[in-house]
């Protein structure tokens, strides 16, 4: 059964010719795009200009695509009645010269084809440099990984044996945070770095805030290196962070050996045992240097005091050639 569609005859069309009353006649169908001129991208001129005549060869000309078409027929109100005369005066348009509505259109055209065109080749461009970068970074962040763990290795082998331990390199101990980090930021301070895993900020259970450090934990061991040589001694909130690898903690008893999930070594606690065995150490060494001092001072008196017992004891004693010598001289005086 055929479908039964309104007949318009083109005059009647031609008088809907402004911006908020607009249709347009192309192919053979009136269409009313009153409610598309503001979304048209070539403006709402274009399409004003086109009412009152056939706009076929113009909606062609222009190239539309089949998404433009598909939506073109959404507007359709019916049909042009072929029995209506035309208008004389809008009747003739030569294909031989181009309108200025058709140049327009045209050029608009190229226009947004150019755009995509060059996105593209931006596009291709941005992605060979940011291949290059990541292949360039993942080295640096390799040899960077190598002089840090070298650095780490030997400072805390000799200096504290008791953490002779393997580190987490894809997980990072972010120290120093202010108070108003939580977790939402510390992830947004560090995700430029590389693909996250997980973040963590360890609650202090009396108070339930966090104990001023938290963990990062990295997909990648490079994107944790760059974190870490780039985070640490920065600024967060007002505070200078402390960046290094997490040291992983057994579980007590040890009859379980390492934790399913990581339960990762109270950081913080352990600076403050470095630095309080630092402070030991300097303490230590200044009551040597002290007592040490103290001796040498308790030496000199004591050799002192033995000096002046002799001296006295000189004096003391009776020298018989002495005597006899002044019996003698008395003897002579008399």
């Not at 590389?194 to 104990?211: E, F, N, S, W």
Request: aromatic share 8%; with cysteine; proline share 4%.
């Amino acid at each position: 059964m055929p479908t039964l569609t309104k007949l318009y005859s083109m005059e009647e069309a031609s008088q809907h010719n402004t911006n908020g009353d607009c249709w347009v006649v192309i192919d053979g169908k009136v269409y009313d795009v009153s409610t598309y001129l503001d979304e048209h991208p070539g403006g709402d001129d274009v399409i004003i200009a086109a009412t009152g005549k056939d706009a076929t060869d113009d909606f062609e000309d222009a190239g539309h695509s089949k998404t433009a078409r598909e939506l073109m027929e959404t507007f359709c109100i019916g049909e042009l009645d072929p029995t209506s005369p035309a208008i004389p005066e809008l009747e003739i348009c030569s294909k031989k010269q181009p309108s200025e509505i058709n140049q327009k259109l045209k050029d608009l055209t190229k226009q947004y084809w150019a755009i995509p065109v060059a996105a593209a080749s931006v596009s291709v461009v941005v992605g060979f440099l940011y291949l290059r970068r990541k292949a360039q970074k993942k080295l640096n962040a390799a040899r960077r990984e190598r002089e840090r763990e070298d650095s780490w290795n030997s400072r805390t082998h000799s200096s504290f044996p008791m953490m002779n331990q393997p580190v987490q390199k894809n997980t990072l101990y972010v120290g120093g945070l202010a108070e108003d980090v939580n977790e939402s930021i510390l992830h947004a301070a560090f995700i430029p770095f590389g693909d996250i895993k997980d973040v963590k900020t360890p609650l202090d259970q009396a108070t339930q805030k966090h104990r001023s450090f938290g963990f990062v934990t990295f997909l990648e061991k490079e994107d944790a290196v760059a974190a870490m040589d780039n985070m640490d001694g920065a600024e967060l909130y007002g505070r200078v962070l402390t960046v290094n690898y997490a040291l992983p903690e057994k579980i007590k008893g040890g009859e379980q050996g390492w934790a399913a999930q990581p339960l990762w070594a109270d950081a913080d606690t352990w600076f403050e045992r470095q630095q309080q065995e630092e402070e030991m150490q300097r303490i230590q060494a200044e009551n040597k240097a002290a007592m040490e001092e103290a001796e040498e001072l308790h030496r000199k008196k004591m050799a002192q005091e033995r000096e002046g017992e002799k001296e006295e004891e000189t004096e003391g004693r009776v020298n018989p050639m002495a005597m006899a010598e002044a019996e003698v001289l008395k003897v002579e005086v008399d």
